[in-house]
């Protein structure tokens, strides 16, 4: 019994099957398609990490430090020793201090969380321990200049006679 129609129905009703040429064409695309977006991340990325700048290491000898109490100078030690700054641009820069007083060693120092303020012309403006410490390295002059400030607050007692302070020093050529 049958009136000899018969139906067949595949995944591509409607659609005539693609023959060898057409997939071929088909996966050159894809391959043209998956070089091109290659090719954009590579200049996406080249360009990203050169705008990023590279790591850059500073170093000097502190030429001097200036002590204040209530803002006004207190001529308390010598200051000498050596710094050193490592900025990268992908992470927070570290500073180190070796500080001498008067001759004698007074601390030896390593921050690595200095946040970049601003940079403009070559002058780098970090800060930290919240905006207690400010770190300034200026690379627009030769040699390099470099300075620590810091609020200490809470007055100026004899053991130390000074409520801020500042060292300053010249890089290494």
């Excluded at 060693?105 to 601003?118: D, P, Q, T």
């Amino acid at each position: 019994m049958g009136n000899g129609l018969r139906f067949r129905i595949t995944q591509n009703d409607g659609h005539k099957p693609k023959t060898r040429k057409e997939n071929h064409t088909m996966k050159n695309r894809k391959n043209i398609l998956t070089y091109i977006v290659a090719a954009l991340s590579i200049l996406v990325t080249s360009a990203t990490s050169s705008a990023a700048g590279h790591a850059q290491t500073y170093h000097g000898r502190l030429t001097g430090g200036t002590f204040f109490c209530d803002g006004n100078p207190v001529p308390v030690f010598t200051v000498t020793g050596n710094w050193n700054v490592s900025i990268d641009p992908a992470t927070p820069a570290q500073v180190t201090l070796n500080v001498f007083y008067d001759g004698s060693h007074h601390l030896a120092f390593g921050y690595n969380a200095l946040m970049l303020v601003s940079l403009s012309g070559g002058v780098y403006v970090f800060a930290g321990f919240g905006d207690a410490a400010t770190a300034t390295l200026d690379t627009s002059v030769t040699p390099a200049t470099f300075s620590w400030h810091v609020e200490l607050g809470g007055g100026c007692p004899p053991q130390h006679p000074y409520d801020s302070l500042t060292y300053f020093g010249l890089a290494n050529n």
